[in-house]
């Protein structure tokens, strides 16, 4: 994940992302990672596991949890080659 492309995103409010804004950054920066990133039901999927307070914004800290994951899975991608 680039963090300046991502940071880019991260447009009006400059803590949050709206769903638009994570369905830009998704196919841009995890296509590798998480399949169907345009698929609108997967976006609303992930949008709603990272939302934890249900504000309809993605903050940092729930970003996080996102990056985390998509850092296991690929560590965990390499160890199986």
Known sequence: MSISSTISVWMGHFDTL???ELKQLLPKELANTIKNTRDKA???????????NQDEQVDFQEFISLSAIALKDAHDHTHKE
């Open 42 to 52: 997967v976006i609303n999927k992930i949008f709603q596991g990272l939302d934890a």
């Open 18 to 20: 709206s769903k638009g």
